[in-house]
C-alpha cells in the first residue's frame, strides 16, 4: 500500500478550498424563525402593529413608543429537534437543549407638555435562529459511490495538484488508485503520475451507504432602539441591530458491506467538520398608526444586514481494509468572506374585539435571490449566480390571538414562511400556544411552538445521486419572566 511508500506536501488549491462557501450558506443565515420572549413566540411572531414586546423591536421597533413604564424581560427556552430521512430505510435522530430566547431593558422617558408624550430607550438582544439539529441517512445504494465522485474531480491532476480535502486523502488512503502505480526506483516516485486514476470501490455493486450530520449553534441579534409616541396616535422607531452567527457542523459520511471491492477494501468513512463565526450590521425602521381604540396599522423596513464572516473546514478520511487501514487528515483552512442579506418588507395590523380579544396579522416580503457573496480571496461569481437562479421572492404569514380574563392570558398563533426556493416547495409551518399571568408590576408568560417543514440533504453531488426527503420537527418550550418599574 502506497501509504508506507512516502510522505508529501500536498499544495492547497484556491478553487478547490472554498466548498464551504455557498449558496446553502446565504440562506442558512438569511433566515429567521419567530423567536424570542413566550408571548412572542405564543402569538407566533405576528407583533408587527401591536408593539410593547421586547422581542418585537428586532421586527417593527415603532412598538418601543407604546412602553409607558421602564421594563426588564428575561427568557430561558427548550428546544427539542427531531430529523426524519427517507433513502431506503426511515431514519429517525433528534437533539435538544437550553437556549436564551432574550433578555432586554426598556427605559421609558416621559415627555411633559410635548404633543411627543415619550422618548424611550432599549438594549439587549433576541435569539433569530436555532441551529442545534442530529440528522441520520442510511440505505442501500447499487448504482453510485462517493468514489465515484472523487475519482471524476481527481482525474487530469498529477499526485500533487490532488485537492487536499477529498482527493489527495482518496489518493494517500488507497481509496483511489493511479492506474499504474509502479515505482520509479531512481526517483522514488510514481512512474506513471500522469493524472488517470481508478477507483477501488465498484460503485454499480451493493453497498450501504450513511451519513449523521450534527450541527449547533445559533443566530442572536443585539439591538439598540429608540422611539416615541406622537399623541398617542402614531409611533414611531428605529433599532439598530448587530446580528452574531455561531455555527458548527460535523457530518460523517460510510460506506460498508460492500458486494464487490477491489484489493478487500471493507469500509471507507469521510468526516468533514465546518466552524462558522460572524458579526452584521443593520438598520430597522417602522411605525404604527392607531386608526381607532380598535383598530392598528404597522409598516416596517429592514435593510440587508451585512456580515462578515470567517469560518474553518476540514476533512479526514479513513480506509479499512482486510489487514489494514489508513486515515489522513486535511489541512484546516481558514477564509473570511462577506455576506449581504435580503431587504425586508413588512405590514401588519390588528384589532381589538369585545376589549379582551386582540387579534393581529402580519405579511412580510423577502427575495433571498438579493443575496450575495463576496471576498477578496475569491470571486464568488458561480455562487451569487446559483442564488440569482435557485432562489426567489416569497412572503412570510404571521397570525395571533390573545384573550385577556385579566390577570390571565391565553394565546394562540400561526405562521407560514414561504419556500426560498424558485422550483421547490419547502415551506415551514409554525402552531403556538400560550398562556400568561400580568398583574401590572410583573408578568409570567409560557408558551409552546411546533414548527414543520421539509427540505433536502445530498450524500454527494447530484451527478450521482438524487437528494434525500428530509422532514424536519421542532418543538421549542419558552418562558418568560418580565417586570415593570
Not at 404633543?115 to 447499487?142: D, P, V
Not at 468533514?272 to 383598530?295: D, F, H, P, Q, T
Not at 405562521?415 to 419547502?426: E, I
Not at 414548527?451 to 421549542?476: A, C, F, K, R, W
Amino acid at each position: 500500500m502506497k501509504k508506507g511508500l512516502l510522505t508529501l506536501t500536498i499544495i492547497a488549491l484556491s478553487s478547490i478550498t472554498l466548498l464551504s462557501q455557498n449558496e446553502i450558506d446565504a440562506l442558512r443565515f438569511s433566515q429567521d424563525a419567530a423567536l424570542g420572549t413566550a408571548r412572542f413566540t405564543a402569538m407566533s411572531g405576528a407583533f408587527g402593529s401591536l408593539g410593547g414586546e421586547f422581542s418585537a423591536l428586532s421586527l417593527n421597533p415603532a412598538g418601543i413608543g407604546m412602553y409607558q413604564f421602564s421594563e426588564f424581560s428575561f427568557t430561558p427556552s427548550f428546544n427539542l429537534n427531531s430529523t426524519t430521512s427517507y433513502y431506503g430505510s426511515k431514519e429517525n435522530d433528534f437533539k435538544s437543549g437550553l437556549k436564551i430566547g432574550n433578555i432586554g431593558v426598556v427605559f421609558s422617558s416621559p415627555m411633559e407638555n410635548s404633543e411627543w408624550k415619550r422618548i424611550n430607550f432599549a438594549i439587549g438582544w433576541n435569539q433569530l435562529a436555532n441551529y442545534n439539529s442530529n440528522m441520520r441517512i442510511q440505505g442501500e445504494n447499487n448504482t453510485s459511490s462517493l468514489a465515484d465522485n472523487i475519482l471524476a474531480i481527481s482525474q487530469g491532476n498529477s499526485i500533487d495538484e490532488l485537492n487536499t480535502f477529498y482527493s489527495a486523502p482518496a489518493f494517500w488512503t488507497d481509496l483511489i488508485d493511479l492506474s499504474d502505480n509502479s515505482v520509479d526506483t531512481t526517483t522514488n516516485w510514481y512512474a506513471h503520475d500522469n493524472g488517470n486514476y481508478i477507483s477501488n470501490v465498484k460503485g454499480n455493486s451493493s453497498k450501504n451507504q450513511a451519513k449523521s450530520i450534527n450541527s449547533s449553534g445559533g443566530k442572536n441579534e443585539f439591538i439598540f432602539s429608540i422611539g416615541s409616541s406622537f399623541n398617542e396616535q402614531l409611533y414611531l422607531g428605529a433599532t439598530i441591530g448587530i446580528p452574531t452567527l455561531d455555527y458548527y457542523e460535523k457530518s460523517t459520511y460510510s460506506e460498508t458491506n460492500f458486494e464487490d471491492t477491489i484489493n478487500g477494501l471493507q469500509e471507507f468513512v469521510l468526516q468533514e467538520e465546518l466552524n462558522v463565526y460572524g458579526a452584521g450590521l443593520n438598520l430597522k425602521i417602522g411605525a404604527i398608526l392607531r386608526v381607532s381604540e380598535k383598530l392598528k396599522l404597522g409598516a416596517a423596513l429592514h435593510t440587508p444586514t451585512a456580515y462578515s464572516i470567517e469560518e474553518t473546514y476540514s476533512t479526514s478520511l479513513t480506509t479499512y481494509f482486510i489487514e489494514e487501514s489508513f486515515t489522513e487528515h486535511s489541512n484546516s483552512n481558514y477564509f473570511e468572506y462577506d455576506l449581504i442579506t435580503p431587504w425586508k418588507a413588512i405590514l401588519s395590523a390588528s384589532s381589538l374585539l369585545s376589549n379582551n380579544i386582540l387579534l393581529s396579522a402580519d405579511y412580510e416580503i423577502v427575495d433571498y435571490a438579493f443575496s450575495n457573496m463576496k471576498s477578496s480571496q475569491y470571486t464568488f461569481t458561480d455562487e451569487n449566480n446559483i442564488i440569482q437562479e435557485l432562489y426567489t421572492k416569497t412572503s412570510n404569514i404571521r397570525l395571533g390571538a390573545e384573550i385577556n380574563f385579566k390577570p390571565f392570558i391565553i394565546r394562540s398563533g400561526y405562521s407560514k414562511y414561504g419556500s426560498a426556493f424558485a422550483n421547490k416547495d419547502y415551506s415551514k409551518e409554525n402552531y403556538s400556544f400560550g398562556l400568561g399571568i400580568n398583574n401590572g408590576g410583573y408578568y409570567l408568560d409560557i408558551s409552546y411552538v411546533l414548527s414543520q417543514g421539509n427540505s433536502e440533504q445530498l450524500m454527494y453531488s447530484e451527478d450521482y445521486i438524487d437528494p434525500i426527503s428530509i422532514v424536519n420537527t421542532n418543538h421549542n418550550l419558552v418562558f418568560t419572566i418580565g417586570f415593570r418599574y
